[in-house]
T-cell receptor
């Protein structure tokens, strides 16, 4: 089954404790992205990647890092999480730039 | 940079009534346009998309949207609402061309409520 898998689905942690949210897709897609969803703001793009080793900033990259060492994986790293990064995060992938995104089920992060 | 405006963060309709969710974008060059639906505790699912060709686009679950260049709009409609349509709906746009990269800009979302 074609899917985008994120882990964990839920995480409660404390300020400053490094965390990684993994994202994996099995569709051989070139493009992958990370978004955060906050009430009233819709989804805002954090980082995106157009291929292995090619990443770029989205609208809200501050406080986040990503890497794309393999085509299927695109982890999101919070080196020193802060409470304002409490949010619902989505990973997405798509085959080409003019194709719709396939979304994971989301990761709800709470930073205390 | 693109911006996307969804008029009305909450829309309430009766079951069987027309659904109209509004979306306007800011680009002077027509972008690629998408509507997504999000059910509680789930990711986003594609309802429909416009990239080129016919301006009236049909999607899943009886939804359709019409691209109007002169109005920079891409409103979503459904003739008759079902209870199962209750969800949050997002309009999204993507600039044309490979050099535009992978930027996808979302509107703020519209929560649709369907009354029995």
């Amino acid at each position: 089954e074609a899917q985008v898998t994120q882990n964990p689905r839920y995480l409660i942690t404390v300020t400053g404790k490094k965390l990684t949210v993994t994202c994996s897709q099995n569709m051989n897609h070139e493009y992958m992205s990370w978004y955060r969803q906050d009430p009233g703001l819709g989804l805002r793009q954090i980082y995106y990647s157009m291929n292995v080793e090619v990443t770029d900033k989205g609208d809200v990259p501050e406080g986040y890092k990503v890497s794309r060492k393999e085509k299927r994986n695109f982890p999101l790293i919070l080196e020193s999480p802060s409470p304002n990064q409490t949010s619902l995060y989505f990973c997405a992938s798509r085959l080409e730039y003019n194709q719709p995104q396939h979304f994971g089920d989301g990761t709800r992060l709470s930073i205390l | 940079a693109q911006s996307v405006t969804q008029l009305g963060s909450h829309v309430s309709v009766s079951e069987g009534a027309l659904v109209l969710l509004r979306c306007n974008y800011s680009s002077s060059v027509p972008p690629y346009l998408f509507w997504y639906v999000q059910y509680p505790n789930q990711g986003l699912q594609l309802l429909l998309k416009y990239t080129t060709g016919a301006t009236l686009v049909k999607g899943i679950n009886g939804f359709e949207a019409e691209f109007k260049k002169s109005e920079t709009s891409f409103h979503l409609t459904k003739p008759s609402a079902h209870m199962s349509d209750a969800a949050e709906y997002f309009c999204a746009v993507s600039d044309r061309g490979r050099n535009a990269g992978n930027m996808l800009t979302f509107g703020g979302g519209t929560r649709l409520m369907v009354k029995p």
